[in-house]
């Protein structure tokens, strides 16, 4: 079954500091790696996103790092700030359908990130 | 700013009863997605449908649960005969074209008591 494994599952990182989630994939179709960012009692957000020939992005405080030959890529958030508290979901595109496909995402199961004062 | 609209926003039934779930894309977008959200868990696809036709409903339980996208009016998620394990936060999502970023709406949170 098509996973994406995701960790930790919670994190608390004080104000200014450097927030590190991780994720892993297995199925090497995956071809688009969005992260998403949702509070509570909202939906997701798009955070940012990277594909695959691609090793590093950069918006902002918000950088994904990619490893291909590891399947691995992870989201860091600079200087935290409180307003940064939510929790976080990696995900992944696999095509699948017919015709023009489908935009089918695989989410990790999240990461709640508590930035503190 | 017209994002994506789903109602009702909390939705609380009884087992055996039935739940309508109704997703109004952004204006323009004619690719919608259904996801549902388990307590702790991540997003898990369900169904991607364009105007009136079903693509992909791999992700959806083959009884009870029907999707459908008219040619007018919103994506209505429906769930017959519900029971406690139904109980979810079901989001949509649309696109303008496939394989291009999806928008999510607030969701709609299903209590079955």
């Known amino acids: 079954q098509q996973q994406v494994k995701q960790s930790p599952q919670s994190l608390i990182v004080q104000k200014g500091g450097i927030s590190i989630i991780n994720c892993a994939y297995e199925?090497?179709?995956?071809?688009?790696f969005p992260w998403y960012q949702q509070f509570p009692g909202k939906g997701p957000a798009l955070l940012i996103a990277?594909?695959?020939?691609?090793s590093e992005k950069k918006e902002g405080r918000f950088t994904i790092s990619f490893n291909k030959s590891a399947k691995q890529f992870s989201l860091h958030i600079m200087d935290s700030q409180p307003g940064d508290s939510a929790t976080y979901f990696c995900?992944?595109?696999?095509?699948?359908?017919?015709?023009?496909?489908?935009?089918?995402?695989?989410f990790g199961k999240g990461t709640k990130l508590s930035v503190i004062p | 700013n017209a994002g994506v609209m789903q109602n009702p926003r909390h939705l609380v039934r009884r087992r055996g009863q039935e739940a309508r779930l109704r997703c109004s894309p952004v204006?323009?977008?004619?690719?919608v997605y259904w996801y549902r959200q388990l307590p702790e868990e991540g997003l898990k696809f369900m169904v991607y449908?364009?105007?009136?036709?079903?693509?992909?409903e791999s992700g959806m339980p083959k009884e009870r649960f029907s999707a459908e996208f008219p040619k007018e009016g919103p994506s209505i998620l429906r769930i017959q005969q519900v029971v406690r394990g139904d109980s979810a936060a079901y989001f949509c999502?649309?696109?303008?074209?496939?394989?291009?970023?999806?928008?999510f709406g607030q969701g709609t949170r299903l209590t079955v008591v």
């Open positions: 999502a649309s696109s303008p074209k496939a394989n291009t970023e999806a928008f």
């Open positions: 199925n090497t179709a995956f071809d688009y």
């Open positions: 990277i594909r695959p020939d691609v």
């Open positions: 995900a992944a595109t696999l095509r699948v359908g017919s015709g023009a496909g489908s935009y089918q995402l695989t």
């Open positions: 204006k323009g977008h004619s690719h």
């Open positions: 449908l364009q105007k009136e036709n079903i693509i992909d």
